[in-house]
């Protein structure tokens, strides 16, 4: 069946130091993959996206890679900051439209100072 | 503009009791989502509205029922309320005039059913 997951539940680094955050999508016919950051007590905020026709997107410290081979998507938080301490969602939406787009369970990033 | 509002932020219900969550979007998206949060779980569907006068069941819709009352407001309806749905609950909404785009959500309502 349909689903994405993720690799790490928790994920803990060191202020200044990169983070990687892995997801594992299994629907073939996704096309479109956004990644959202949860604070606590507050609802999903969208980060960054990326189409199927593309493979590396980049924004303000943030890269999204996308492996359509092994069905893998990453999201790379450059130099990470205290704040950017949340959770952070994997979500695949199929080529079917918006309507059904499935979010991974999250990983919790801690940032040490 | 204030985005997604929901309200209320915090509820408190006996079994049995019934209650909507509102939700409103100042965004004039199209469509709009309710989904539930469990721990461990990722976002789950309830139901959804693709357009204004539109609704449709997601991947969890028993126990519950929706209003797309305008283009601003799609509320959630919990006529006889259950342990089991004891959650937080999301609304957002999302433009999809064109292509596949992001959600916006609003902050979410914790909902604790005893």
């Known amino acids: 069946g349909e689903s994405v997951g993720l690799h790490l539940p928790t994920l803990s680094v060191q202020e200044g130091d990169n983070s990687i955050i892995n997801c594992a999508y299994s629907?073939?016919?996704?096309?479109?993959f956004i990644w959202y950051k949860q604070e606590s007590g507050k609802g999903p905020q969208f980060i960054i996206d990326?189409?199927?026709?593309?493979d590396k997107r980049q924004g303000q410290r943030v890269t999204v890679l996308l492996n359509k081979t092994v069905k893998h998507l990453s999201l790379q938080i450059a130099a990470t900051q205290p704040g950017d301490s949340a959770v952070y969602f994997c979500?695949?939406?199929?080529?079917?439209?918006?309507?059904?787009?499935?979010f991974g369970a999250g990983t919790r990033l801690f940032v040490k100072a | 503009n204030a985005g997604v509002t929901q309200t209320p932020k915090f509820q408190v219900l006996k079994t049995g009791q019934s209650m909507t969550l509102q939700c409103a979007q100042d965004?004039?998206?199209?469509?709009m989502y309710w989904y539930r949060q469990d721990p461990g779980m990722g976002l789950r569907l309830i139901y959804y509205?693709?357009?204004?006068?539109?609704?449709d069941k997601g991947e969890v819709p028993n126990g519950y029922n929706v209003s797309r009352l305008n283009k601003r407001e799609f509320s959630l309806r919990l006529e006889s309320a259950a342990p089991s749905q004891t959650s937080v609950y999301f609304c957002?909404?999302?433009?999809?005039?064109?292509?596949?785009?992001?959600?916006?959500f609003g902050q979410g309502t914790r909902l604790t059913v005893v």
């Open positions: 629907n073939s016919a996704s096309d479109y």
């Open positions: 965004m004039n998206h199209n469509s």
């Open positions: 509205s693709a357009s204004e006068g539109t609704t």
């Open positions: 957002a909404s999302r433009d999809q005039q064109g292509l596949n785009t992001e959600a916006f």
């Open positions: 990326i189409r199927s026709n593309m």
């Open positions: 979500a695949e939406t199929p080529n079917t439209g918006g309507f059904k787009t499935i």
